[in-house]
């Protein structure tokens, strides 16, 4: 059996379960939340979310790319959040590249060199502030008073928030 096998067996077996409104795609927190593909954040659980409540951007890093504010974009002109919680954590496998080393890879291997960053980093406070300084100086996002960066310790599962000060400065 595929992964994708067992997980289709999982949705079949667990049926419709799953707690939330799921009458409009506006969530009703009015809140996008970006983090990273990290499989041990477990941002529902997290966060106490049911279905309906939030959106849920992921990407490695959970770093705010250009692709990260298209769709904040859409989320905040067009289907009503207002705030915007950033989820860094520590332990993260950007942590182990860097930008070169791993475009060289990539380059090695399929004669193409990326043109997007990989965004890598050593300093997870300092990556959340970055990434909140570009969503506070993106004229995408009108909705720049009510973002915050937090950074998940994925092995306490502790939320420590990064001063947003610091953020201007970034």
Excluded at 33 to 53: A, H, N, P, Y
Excluded at 112 to 130: D, I, M, N, Y
Excluded at 137 to 151: A, E, L
């Amino acid at each position: 059996m595929t992964a994708i096998d067992e997980l289709l067996k999982r949705n079949y077996e667990l049926g419709n379960v799953v707690p939330g409104d799921r009458s409009s795609a506006k969530p009703s927190l009015q809140v996008a939340i970006l983090t990273c593909m990290d499989s041990r954040i477990r941002v529902f659980e997290i966060f106490g979310l049911k279905q309906g409540e939030a959106h849920v951007l992921r990407n490695a890093g959970g770093v705010v790319t250009d692709d990260a504010i298209r769709s904040l974009a859409l989320s905040q002109r067009k289907l009503g959040t207002r705030e915007v919680l950033l989820v860094h954590h520590t332990n993260c496998g950007l942590e182990m590249v860097t930008e070169d080393d791993f475009k060289d890879e990539l380059e090695a291997d399929t004669g193409l060199r990326p043109t997007w960053a990989v965004e890598a980093f050593k300093v997870v406070e300092q990556s959340v502030r970055g990434s909140m300084a570009r969503l506070r100086r993106s004229p995408f996002i009108p909705h720049t008073d009510k973002i915050r960066g937090f950074v998940y310790d994925v092995h306490s599962g502790e939320l420590r928030e990064v001063d947003a000060a610091d953020a201007k400065a970034a």
